[in-house]
């Protein structure tokens, strides 16, 4: 049985595309890992071998994996992938040509990966960034702030041009904000990562449905 986020993210993938499964989907966007050990771990059924085989690929990365093990670390990864390329879909299905950025945009596990934007997006000339950064719990909305972790935040102010694009899972709403238009505050220990992190004011943003979203961004572009 996959966990609740790995479930709301499967549900998400359901309903913005055709794919029948997690490993049709995988087939469907030419991942470099093998689409059924990427479905196992995404239902929470890896066999011993994917076990392994992720310990070799992620158990040396202390510094990005924290204490998780390397299978969770491994399915936080993948939950990421597959938004990513149902959003870039989405928004390229609606006429906005967004691409996947960094390293990892082959969708292959890396012993190092750069601090790079999810997403870039070309329009008139002008290269856009987009983080994009998920709430499985209704915080966001409930609270009307969003946490990231500094390095999180440093990273997106990194790029001149950056939007920060949000999954809020619990309603099933989006946000994008130019987060150097929205106030922030610095905290030198989160009170559930116990690590730096920035909270930003998002009570004022407003959170739509997904095919909304192209109007949202070309808004801010």
Do not use: C
Not at 21 to 36: I, K, L, R, T, Y
Not at 76 to 89: A, S
Not at 131 to 149: C, Q
């Amino acid at each position: 049985m996959p966990n609740d986020k790995s479930a709301d993210t499967i549900a998400f993938m359901n309903e913005y595309t055709d794919a029948s499964s997690v490993s049709d989907f995988v087939s469907s966007q030419n991942w470099n890992e093998d689409a059924g050990r990427v479905e196992r771990v995404l239902l929470g059924e890896p066999t011993e071998e994917d076990t392994q085989y992720l310990e070799s690929k992620l158990g040396s990365l202390g510094h990005k994996k924290d204490s998780r093990s390397a299978i969770q670390y491994a399915e936080e990864l993948l939950r990421g992938w597959v938004i990513e390329d149902v959003l870039r879909t989405e928004l390229a299905s609606q006429g906005l040509p967004v691409e996947l950025s960094g390293e990892d945009k082959e969708r292959e596990f890396l012993e190092e990966t750069t601090a790079d934007a999810d997403l870039v997006l070309q329009n008139d000339g002008k290269t856009t960034h987009i983080e994009v950064v998920s709430d499985y719990t209704g915080f966001w909305k409930r609270t009307g702030n969003a946490d990231l972790r500094d390095n999180k935040f440093n990273q997106i102010k990194s790029h001149d041009e950056t939007l920060l694009l949000g999954i809020d899972f619990d309603s099933n709403t989006v946000f994008v904000v130019d987060p150097e238009t929205v106030p922030s505050d610095y905290m030198q220990s989160h009170p559930y990562w116990n690590k730096p992190a920035y909270r930003l004011d998002v009570s004022a943003t407003p959170f739509v449905e997904l095919p909304e979203l192209p109007n949202q961004i070309s808004e801010l572009l």
